[in-house]
């Protein structure tokens, strides 16, 4: 869910979908960017300056794809608008399309409100925890120094990081190892976000559906298997599944068969999708496995969420207190000795 340079945010999608209905009851398609430019009341200014001069490009007679492309949208956004102008019924890919990403984005926003609380925690917490690093450990510090008495492991450790935060190159080579090690997970590894327990569920479950529902509308157009993998793969925001979509679409332009193409593609399709799909052979009952797929993905997509809001708390607190605990420990412990030794 890259939001912002490959993913297309809500306000773009309600607009999308404003956009849809609009063309769909016959408003020409410049007129109906126009009438939804404000409507939904959640788009930015620059998403909202990207609508309108797409507006004034259509009116004076700009083919569409141009349009698009001139109208500074995000890559995602313009990558919606490209699949729908390229197919025969633009009316009803655009508004599939759109209904499709709202659906991503809307579980996007349920999982930063299953966050929010546990992570503003955390970052109050955080704060704290740097504050006592940076003006209390050291006096603790000083008062072990003077008497000379021998620290604990766990107290040495404190004290080290309470250090550490003071020396600055050591600071700055800590963040950038951190962001070359994230940017080379991304790059490398595209999937291990996906790997993470229930994010990674929710994460699968979204592009699984994504794949499934787009298949099924393009399959109901007669779009050939192998274009329609293409075009999914277009709209896709992580590079792992991308490459899928259109490794798949080089297997089906080879001769694969749908079914083999579902059982090698795991990542793009439930493997118990394969047995459906040899009995269904016209176009509506592939389309219809294909939906009852979908659905299937997203009741486990639900209970993912669910699961998520109902441990995220819990786990945050238990973390916190275990950080409370540990500073507590190795902050009093050497105290302790301290003073029997006075005594």
Known sequence: MLMFHK??????????????????????????????VGSSGTETIAERSAFLQLATLLEKGIEPQAAVQQSGFSSGAADLFDVALKT???????DELARIETNRVMTFNAVCQALAYPFFLFGTLLVFFLLFLLYIMPQFKDIFDNFGIRLPFLTEVFIWISDACYDLSLVVGIAVFAAILWIGIKLLFPRFLFCIPILGAVGRSIYMSKTLNQLAFFVLQNVPLAEALEKCGQTM???????????AAEAAKRGASFQEIVLRYYWLFPAWLAPMLVKNN?????????????????????????????????????????????TVVATFLPLITLVTELS
């Not at 025969?88 to 655009?94: G, L, Y």
């Not at 979908?294 to 997509?301: I, S």
């Open 7 to 36: 993913n297309v945010s809500a306000g773009t999608c309600e607009m999308m979908l404003l956009i849809a209905q609009a063309v769909k009851s016959g408003v020409p398609l410049a007129d109906a960017v126009r009438l939804s």
């Open 88 to 94: 025969d019924n633009f009316i009803e890919a655009f």
């Open 237 to 247: 925001r992580n590079a792992a599944y991308r490459k899928d979509c259109l490794s």
């Open 282 to 326: 016209t176009p509506e009952s592939i389309a219809r496995s294909l939906r009852r797929a979908a659905e299937t993905t997203d009741m486990q997509k639900d209970f993912s969420l669910l699961l998520l809001q109902t441990l995220s708390l819990p786990l945050f607190i238990l973390f916190i207190f275990g950080l409370v605990f540990t």
